[in-house]
Antibody, heavy 121, light 113 residues
Framework: QVTLRESGPALVKPTQTLILTCTFS??????????VSWSRQPPGKALEWLAR???????FYSTSLKTRLTISKDTSKNQVVLTMTNMDPVDTATYYC?????????????WGQGTTVTVSS | DVVLTQTPLYSPVTLGQPASISCRSS???????????LSWLHQRPGQPPRLLIY???NRFSGVPDRFSGSGAGTDFTLNITRVEPDDVGVYYC??????????FGQGTKLEIK
């Protein structure tokens, strides 16, 4: 059974750096054509894709946020970490990680439950 | 970046009746390899999204055959033949053809009348 679970601080102050961890089971990021992505959803708003890391360590970022994002993986721990710098209240959102097996049209087939992050002083 | 425009944004539907959601892309979603990477996801209130359809018309594992996807190029449609109570929530289209980045539509909220 494939599961993903996001973890990180529920509250961060403006200008701080956010570090989120996605811990997964049921698959390996060492497997060819396997990827993990992060997306977010501000309260009452639409989904927004943030970043993706692939089995071969290729990394891809949102056009508008790429200067603030870093994605990395630790395959021995089955974890993917997303770092977002210079947090602002507009970054308040639920952050999701999801698996992307290339065979399903590069779609996010299994999602974590999400972790809610509030940016406030 | 590719822009996906969904219509309608709000869809009140009677139980047992069909529903249809449109997703229009600002560019053709046909990849150079011939595939079209357009997916549909469903998000129930308070839940994470779940994959329904990938590559226009392929149902993901466990998705009822009441759900179907169609379209080509820049115009795509998600159809539900007979709406059930569990179908409420927000539906998103998602493109991966012109990656990076992925882009989502703005979402269509389906409610029961």
């Amino acid at each position: 059974q494939v599961t993903l679970r996001e973890s990180g601080p529920a509250l961060v102050k403006p200008t701080q750096t956010l570090i989120l961890t996605c811990t997964f089971s049921g698959f390996s990021l060492d497997t060819t054509n396997m990827c993990v992505s992060w997306s977010r959803q501000p309260p009452g708003k639409a989904l927004e894709w943030l970043a993706r890391i692939d089995w071969d360590d290729d990394k891809f970022y949102s056009t508008s946020l790429k200067t603030r994002l870093t994605i990395s993986k630790d395959t021995s721990k089955n974890q993917v970490v997303l770092t977002m710098t210079n947090m602002d209240p507009v970054d308040t959102a639920t952050y999701y990680c999801a698996r992307i097996p290339v065979g399903f049209g590069y779609s996010m087939d299994i999602w974590g439950q999400g972790t809610t992050v509030t940016v406030s002083s | 970046d590719v822009v996906l425009t969904q219509t309608p944004l709000y869809s009140p539907v009677t139980l047992g009746q069909p529903a249809s959601i449109s997703c229009r892309s600002s560019q053709s979603l046909v990849h150079s390899n011939g595939n079209t990477y357009l997916s549909w996801l469903h998000q129930r209130p308070g839940q994470p999204p779940r994959l329904l359809i990938y590559k226009i018309s392929n149902r993901f594992s466990g998705v009822p055959d009441r759900f179907s996807g169609s379209g080509a190029g820049t115009d795509f449609t998600l159809n539900i033949t007979r709406v059930e109570p569990d179908d409420v929530g927000v539906y998103y289209c998602l493109q991966a053809t012109h990656f990076p980045p992925y882009t989502f539509g703005q979402g269509t909220k389906l409610e029961i009348k």
